[in-house]
């Protein structure tokens, strides 16, 4: 961990050199700093790849970028069926980064004074109420936060079938919702942190009913567009040349990538690349996508890991935070990690070595999660 040194540390450094410099002439200099180890970061990651595709990791995918310049790696296949190499720049499903997409839009109403953060859900959604039964008021920000208390609809959908069917089940917004309204809530509202991939489902809802647009064109134009992000999307068909996640199911292997329920699910349905997120929140993180003010409150408080759709990891580098987030879906994980200034980043994307679908993450995103911090800090010259 790096060592910070406030005013205080500075004014005293300064008296000692004082001290030093009147009875010697030996000078005070400070330490310098570790040099950057750039090779032993990319060998990590590396050997991070080579690990998860001995495991059976269909293919692994890596796009970093430091001060500039960047380093990729793309290893194993496209798809089990036909063996072709994957590519760095392939599709891939990004799972839970695509609440940072969602986010954009709703940020954006906000700043236009078309939405209350702290007004009611059902000011937005009158059914709101009727459809899932909250015990009390829930507001647009408890959404955001993942502190509304409001059950996860995949939790039914679940239990009303066999994975084949449940999984190729098309869901609207409004359906996802009202799915989540057959689950009791608890006796009181979370008010801590307790994800469920119903709030933003509402909030993409929400984002439809003032925009008067789908929460797929809307990313397109408040996004995709404006990144000349041409692979980032929400909905539509699989697009061509895209990694394929696999799962397995009563000892069988599935082929994951585009399961219906998933393809406009604003929790984790987006496809994109290792190369487009970097870019997404290299954009957010500077400004160019969302106002300072904005910005700034996505990131959340100085004690809170998690914001409005972005978490943070400790930077080494500058005693600062890496923004970002991971996201763990059925056949793919991906985590994402950008310093403030948006000038060190890296992301990965493993289409997991196929296993059983459940409700629980991938332990496999702890472990990536770690591998990109300890590159990132790498970078700097500290791990």
């Known amino acids: 961990m790096g060592i910070r040194r406030g005013r205080a540390g500075k004014r005293i450094a300064a008296a000692v050199c004082t001290v030093l410099l009147a009875a010697s002439t030996a000078g005070c200099t400070e330490q310098p700093r570790p040099e950057p180890d750039k090779p032993a970061a990319f060998a990590l990651l590396e050997a991070f790849g080579t690990r998860m595709l001995d495991e059976g990791a269909p293919a692994v995918l890596i796009a970093v970028r430091d001060q500039g310049e960047t380093w990729t790696h793309a290893a194993g296949v496209r798809s089990l069926e036909t063996g072709e190499p994957a590519g760095i ?8 980064i695509t609440e940072s997409l969602i986010a954009v839009p709703v940020m954006k109403l906000v700043a236009e004074g078309k939405l209350d953060l702290d007004s ?10 009727s459809v899932l039964h909250p015990p009390g008021p829930v507001s647009v ?16 959908l679940l239990a009303s079938g066999p994975w084949q069917e449940t999984m190729n089940r098309q869901l609207s917004l409004e359906q996802q919702l009202a799915l989540a309204g057959t689950v009791p809530w608890d006796g009181r509202l979370a008010r801590i942190f307790d994800y469920s991939r119903s709030n933003y489902s509402a909030l993409a809802l929400i984002v439809e009913r003032l925009r008067g647009q789908s929460i797929s064109r809307v990313l397109a134009e408040d996004v995709a567009g404006p990144l000349d992000a041409a692979t980032t999307r929400l909905g539509g068909p699989a697009p061509d040349g895209m990694v394929h996640g696999y799962i ?6 599935r082929d994951a990538s585009m ?46 890991y998690y914001g409005f759709a972005l978490r943070r990891w400790n ?10 987030l991971p996201g763990d879906t059925d056949g ?8 403030e200034d948006g000038s060190r ?13 459940t409700l629980e993450l991938n332990p496999l995103i702890y472990e990536m999660q770690d591998v990109a911090q300890q590159a990132l800090n790498s970078l700097c010259g500290i791990s």
């Open 345 to 357: 980043q890296l992301t990965m994307s493993v289409a997991y070595p196929p296993a059983p679908p």
């Open 120 to 129: 009611q859900v059902s000011r937005y959604l009158p059914e709101f109420g």
């Open 89 to 96: 720049s392939d599709p891939v499903r990004i799972g839970g």
């Open 332 to 339: 793919y994980g991906m985590i994402s990690m950008t310093s």
């Open 248 to 253: 397995t199911v009563e000892g069988g292997l």
């Open 141 to 156: 920000r408890q959404l955001l936060t993942h502190e509304s208390g409001l059950p996860d609809f995949l939790v039914p």
């Open 259 to 304: 399961p219906a329920w998933q393809a406009e699910a604003p929790s984790s349905g987006a496809v994109s690349t290792v190369e487009e997120v970097n870019r997404f929140y290299a954009a957010l993180l500077t400004g160019q996508l969302l106002k300072p003010d904005s910005v700034t409150a996505m990131k959340g408080g100085y004690s809170q």
């Open 315 to 324: 930077n080494t580098c500058n005693n600062r935070f890496y923004y970002g």
